[in-house]
T-cell receptor, first 114, second 121 residues
Framework: NAGVTQTPKFQVLKTGQSMTLQCAQD?????MSWYRQDPGMGLRLIHY???????DQGEVPNGYNVSRSTTEDFPLRLLSAAPSQTSVYFC?????????????FGSGTQLSVL | AQKVTQAQTEISVVEKEDVTLDCVYE???????LFWYKQPPSGELVFLIR??????QNEISGRYSWNFQKSTSSFNFTITASQVVDSAVYFC??????????????????FGQGTILTVHP
């Protein structure tokens, strides 16, 4: 009963380093997404995918890349980390991207960029 | 413009007090969905309730109740007889239907800033 699994839980990077946040779900959900959570700003959508091979930008996509080669996995890549990307990142999925669908969230990744 | 406003940044209550978390939203759509999510100290967000714009009936689930009023664009959440385990960040969210270039529709979800609720023993 894994649900949405995110790794790592914590990460510290230096400015300019790259890394990939992993997200996997075992519920056969078509829709997967990445959010960042910053104090006082709620959750903001970075990128999302409505199925394997299909990705799209959300509200704050700059500095992040995604791909969706399988239904299960949706990694988020930071190509050149910046201090402004210090945040808590959440992966979320739902069966489809219907407007009445509830989201299932991972446990989050706390990222610090020095 | 902020589409979902949770004006209360932090609320502190003592156990057994009732507490109401406010949520005001803005949309031009006549059909939409509203959600509440809970984020306990462990960090994971958990779905609490979903309500569509045509259903203004209040809902009660145990100690939780929700008051949806289209006239004031509000979807407030009340916890009765609060407990320490209710301490969490609570998010209200609005889902509006939008169409992609190919014609398929999808849900555009916007979260409020969140309200930090602390329940003291």
């Amino acid at each position: 009963n894994a649900g949405v699994t995110q790794t790592p839980k914590f990460q510290v990077l230096k400015t300019g380093q790259s890394m990939t946040l992993q997200c996997a779900q075992d519920m056969n959900h078509e829709y997967m997404s990445w959010y960042r959570q910053d104090p006082g700003m709620g959750l903001r959508l970075i990128h999302y995918s409505v199925g394997a091979g299909i990705t799209d930008q959300g509200e704050v996509p700059n500095g992040y890349n995604v791909s969706r080669s399988t239904t299960e996995d949706f990694p988020l890549r930071l190509l050149s980390a910046a201090p402004s990307q210090t945040s808590v990142y959440f992966c979320a999925s739902s069966l489809i991207q219907g407007w009445n669908e509830k989201l299932f969230f991972g446990s989050g990744t706390q990222l610090s960029v020095l | 413009a902020q589409k979902v406003t949770q004006a209360q940044t932090e609320i502190s209550v003592v156990e057994k007090e009732d507490v109401t978390l406010d949520c005001v939203y803005e949309t031009r759509d006549t059909t939409y969905y509203l959600f509440w999510y809970k984020q306990p100290p462990s960090g994971e967000l958990v779905f609490l309730i979903r309500r569509n714009s045509f259903d203004e009936q209040n809902e009660i689930s145990g100690r939780y109740s929700w008051n949806f009023q289209k006239s004031t664009s509000s979807f407030n959440f009340t916890i009765t007889a609060s407990q320490v385990v209710d301490s969490a960040v609570y998010f209200c969210a609005l889902s509006e239907s939008r169409k992609r270039a190919g014609g398929t529709s999808y849900g555009k979800l916007t979260f409020g800033q969140g309200t930090i609720l602390t329940v003291h023993p």
